[in-house]
């Protein structure tokens, strides 16, 4: 019997947060029998074989004797082929005589019954994992495992010294996972990969919309502010759209990790899905909330623009319940579901683009003449869309009309101004204007206003509003280049609260 006391784990991925499971051996001088117990899977359960097979065909030794394994914890249900290298190298270590030089392993692949090791889904969970849990020493996964170099280098900046712990096995086989456990061969660690220069200059021309309305789009990026656009047909509400999601780029660690798996969860799509979400009139709750499939969590369109964006096409005329569905993740940037076993939450911070028509007809009651078909009834239906605790949450409510272009620019030189806009904002402050807190601005911004400032936010009969108008204020100057906001900024700003047209 093996003297070392090296203990395997492997993940049981639950939303986005993998959970750890640990695998036990227990084994007996009984009748031979190989048994698996905590609450295992169909798939789980067919690893007996392919576990059995596979270290046969590696010509390693299967013990002839009463094997059981146990996943704990026991209640928890498992699922995953994942599981079938953990579960073979704590049968193999159990019954070895060699001494590991590691306390605790972390094994995620699927083995063939030949012995060999594929990538199984969910190995960035586990690589994840590996690197939150201080206690395990060594991840062991298959050499073809694919990992994008983008999330190791996240993960490597914002955790560098488990970088530098962690003892990492690319291994092919069975064979060679052992091997290199007990002879300390092809033990590496995860190496922060140089990033591909491909998006260095976009030389590429955008038409742009009148100067107000570039000016919006870009602080909107730039302050990572949610933005509504309510204009007739035909006004360039699209373009507008367009413009922004060939502006957007992914900013924060955290939530790029986050993307990465969210994405992971998808395991018949293997490609990086895009963080710009276009979402429909027609969307239901179920799918911007994301859904269970048994334990598997199908992320919904809210947790895929999950440090994105959510753009919405013609949203007052969303029904009310998927309008609802996003008040939660836009106070809190995650995503609560109830199931049987407690309540879930996955992440879902984004930035929501929404656009729409002024009125049914899409025309303008506003021009002169105007331009709207509408009787009078079905307008006051559709302003009473228009308003309700969604729109509260906007910080840029923009009434677009027919207006000329303001010229082109090269998409490198906006993205430059973003960047520029948000390194002056980050300069001045830990976090960026629109993720102030309540309490923050009460104590910290609001007595540096000046008078004449504060006399216009009293014109805001709520705190909610008057904080919004404070935070896009910052959010503008700073992409004039000006330090601290000015009363126009401020006039501007009250200017783009949606009370000031609903
Ligand atoms: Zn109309």
Request: charge should be positive.
């Amino acid at each position: 019997m093996s003297s070392n006391e090296t203990q395997i784990y492997c993940i049981q991925p639950e939303g986005i947060r993998p959970r750890r499971v640990g695998i036990e051996i227990s084994s007996h001088f009984q009748v031979p029998q190989f048994l698996i117990v905590g609450l295992p899977s169909t798939e789980i359960g067919e690893a007996k074989e392919r576990v059995r097979s596979a270290i046969l065909n590696s010509a390693l030794p299967f013990p002839n004797r009463r094997v059981i394994v146990n996943l704990s914890p026991a209640f928890m249900h498992k699922s995953g082929t994942g599981m079938d290298l953990g579960i073979a190298l704590g049968v193999l270590l159990k019954h070895s005589l060699e001494s590991i030089p590691f306390q605790r392993i972390l094994a995620w692949g699927e083995l063939s019954l030949g012995g060999k090791l594929q990538s199984a889904p969910h190995t960035l969970h586990a690589i994840y994992h590996s690197f939150l849990s201080p206690d395990i020493d060594c991840i062991v996964i298959p050499n073809k495992s694919n990992i994008p170099d983008a999330f190791l280098n996240h993960l490597i900046e914002k955790f560098p010294e488990r970088a530098s712990q962690l003892s990492v096995i690319k291994a092919k086989d069975l064979e060679s996972a052992m091997e290199a456990l007990t002879h300390l061969k092809l033990q590496t660690r995860f190496i922060k990969k140089e990033a591909p220069l491909t998006q260095s200059h976009d030389d590429s021309q955008l038409s742009l919309p009148s100067q107000g309305l570039t000016r919006i789009l870009g602080a909107t990026l730039a302050g990572e502010h949610h933005l509504m656009m309510l204009g007739p047909k035909g006004v360039g509400k699209s373009h507008s759209i367009e413009i922004l999601s060939k502006l957007f780029e992914p900013s924060h660690i955290d939530t790029q990790v986050d993307r990465f798996l969210t994405n992971d969860l998808f395991t018949d799509r293997r490609t990086d899905l895009s963080p710009v979400r276009f979402v429909g009139v027609q969307v239901k709750p179920q799918a911007l909330h994301g859904s269970f499939r048994g334990t598997k969590f199908q992320p919904g369109e809210c947790s895929l623009a999950h440090g994105g964006l959510l753009i919405a096409d013609e949203f007052p005329e969303w029904n009310r319940d998927s309008k609802e569905c996003l008040r939660h993740p836009l106070e809190r940037g995650s995503i609560s579901i109830n199931r049987v076993n407690g309540i879930f939450d996955a992440p879902a911070q984004f930035q929501l683009i929404a656009s729409g028509n002024l009125c049914p007809c899409g025309g303008s009651p506003w021009e002169n003449p105007p331009s709207c078909i509408c009787k009078l009834p079905e307008k006051e239906r559709y302003r009473k869309h228009l308003s309700g605790p969604i729109l509260d949450r906007i910080d840029f409510f923009v009434l677009v009309s027919q207006s000329k272009s303001s010229g082109t620019e090269k998409v490198s030189v906006l993205k430059q101004r973003i960047t520029e806009t948000r390194a002056r904002l980050l300069s001045q402050s830990e976090t960026l204007p629109s993720h102030w807190s309540g309490d923050q601005i009460e104590n910290e911004i609001k007595s540096k206003l000046s008078h004449s400032t504060q006399e216009l936010l009293k014109s805001f009969a709520s705190i909610r509003s008057e904080h919004k108008v404070i935070r896009t204020a910052h959010t503008l100057s700073a992409w004039d280049g000006v330090r601290a906001p000015t009363l126009d900024h401020f006039k501007e700003s009250a200017k783009l609260r949606p009370e000031q047209w609903i």
